[in-house]
């Protein structure tokens, strides 16, 4: 079963929410989950074979949240070579912003100019017609998890 670690953006604790939600999912099916918040890419690269999901809300205007700035910029400036990877990202954002989702929509650019590969599509939760945001994580993350193998 596979290794999935679990980078978490959160300001006001929804991806944080939504983060350990799917966790228990990804278990419950038989893979082995890591949160990671703080983020550090040199943890969450330490595992080779290891998916990296990220999960992140979006703050002020399309900014990442303060808590996984730190990862966005080491992978902006160590760029490590990520051929071979793979991974997910959830995120969350206010669709009332022409920002929505600006922050999961970073990173997932970045991975993928890394060399990573996206499984599946990036899952873009709006809070303002999701109530519960862990609901449409878990739609998601039920055919996401046959993907991941």
């Given at each position: 079963m596979a290794h999935v670690h679990l980078v978490?953006?959160?300001?006001?604790?929804?991806?944080?929410?939504v983060a350990e939600h799917v966790a228990g999912l990804l278990e419950q099916a038989g893979h082995q989950a890591t949160e990671h918040n703080p983020a550090r890419l040199d943890e969450v690269?330490?595992?080779?074979?290891?998916?990296?999901?990220?999960?992140?809300?979006?703050?002020?205007?399309?900014?990442?949240p303060d808590n996984l700035q730190p990862f966005s910029l080491d992978l902006s400036l160590k760029k490590p070579d990520l051929a071979g990877r793979r991974y997910g990202v959830i995120a969350l954002g206010d669709s009332?912003?022409?920002?929505?989702?600006?922050?999961?929509?970073?990173?997932?650019?970045?991975l993928c100019e890394l060399g990573a590969s996206r499984i599946g599509e990036r899952l873009?939760?709006?809070?303002?017609?999701?109530?519960?945001?862990?609901?449409?994580a878990e739609l998601w993350i039920q055919e996401w998890i046959p993907l991941i193998g």
């Open positions: 978490i953006g959160s300001m006001l604790g929804a991806a944080e929410y690269l330490a595992d080779p074979d290891g998916i990296l999901l990220v999960v992140t809300s979006t703050h002020g205007a399309g900014d990442v009332n912003y022409d920002t929505f989702c600006g922050a999961g929509k970073q990173l997932d650019q970045q873009e939760i709006d809070v303002t017609r999701h109530e519960i945001p862990e609901d449409a």
